[in-house]
């Protein structure tokens, strides 16, 4: 059947209307199928995303890791040399401390003992020269009757050590000279104790050592001075001969 001539621009009116509604439909799926890829690509970036910041985190972790490794490593090396350091000092101070163990005295004990005394015979020497022999020194003064009544017993400790050992009384009054020390010893029949006067020097240097004590003669002042040097703490007080000769043993 033909169509009749009038309708045919109709009908090519709606052939066009239905191939331009394919065309729309299928760009409109189109465009729904792009956004949906879109939608879909945009969790799998997010996923992507917060999948690489862990990543990220984990390796600042390791890093911190390897820092704080590293750190304590630093630390330690430090800390050796810091060690070493100590040591060393410590040696050289042991060293140091060593000597002067071995000689028994320090710089303030050893002073007094250098400087030089004339006895009451008019010999000149130190304490230091009298190494050898463990000295027993008894601080004195004339005038003092607790001085002479621990002077007995020293004479007596004196007589019963002999020549092993050596006692000496030093007097404080530093403006007497080796005559008065001479009268003192005869009076008082003091024969075993060598007697001497102190120089204003040697009784600074005393006191120094020793404390203002040394210099009070009626607290009968006194200190041993070992064979090797070694000078012993100031004792006061009174001391029988038993007692001073005992504490000549291994002196």
């Known amino acids: 059947m033909t169509a009749s001539p009038r309708f045919l ?25 792009s956004a949906a890829g879109s939608i879909v690509a945009t969790p ?6 917060k999948a690489a910041k862990p990543s990220e985190a984990a390796m600042t972790s390791k890093s911190a890791v390897t820092s704080k ?15 070493t350091s100590e040591a060393t000092v ?3 101070a042991a060293m140091t401390n060593d000597t002067i163990a071995m000689a028994g005295v320090t710089a303030a004990q050893a002073a007094w003992k250098k400087l030089p005394i004339t006895d009451s015979v008019g ?5 230091g020269d009298l190494q050898g022999k463990p000295v027993f020194v008894e601080f004195f003064a004339t005038w003092c009757p607790n001085c002479r009544s621990q002077l007995q017993n ?19 009054e530093t403006d007497l000279n080796a005559s008065d020390m001479a009268k003192y010893k005869a009076d008082n029949n003091f024969g075993s104790v060598d007697f001497a006067v102190m120089s204003p020097a040697m ?20 200190v041993l001075v070992s064979s090797r040097g070694g000078v012993g703490n100031l004792h006061t007080g009174m001391e029988d001969a038993s007692t001073i000769t005992a504490s000549l043993t291994g002196a």
């Open 69 to 83: 490794a590293a750190t304590p490593s630093a630390t330690t090396v430090t800390s050796e040399a810091t060690v």
């Open 9 to 33: 621009p109709t009908l090519a009116a709606a052939l066009l209307l239905l191939l331009l509604g394919g065309c729309a439909s299928s760009g409109s799926a189109a465009n729904n199928n």
């Open 123 to 127: 010999k000149t020497f130190t304490i």
């Open 90 to 92: 410590t040696s050289d």
């Open 203 to 222: 009784l600074a240097a005393v006191v120094a050592c020793f404390g203002h004590d040394a210099a009070n003669p009626p607290t009968t002042p006194h």
């Open 154 to 172: 020293t004479n007596q400790a004196a007589q019963q050590a002999g020549p092993n050992a050596v006692f000496l009384a030093l007097s404080v």
């Open 44 to 49: 799998q970036a997010a996923i992507s995303s």
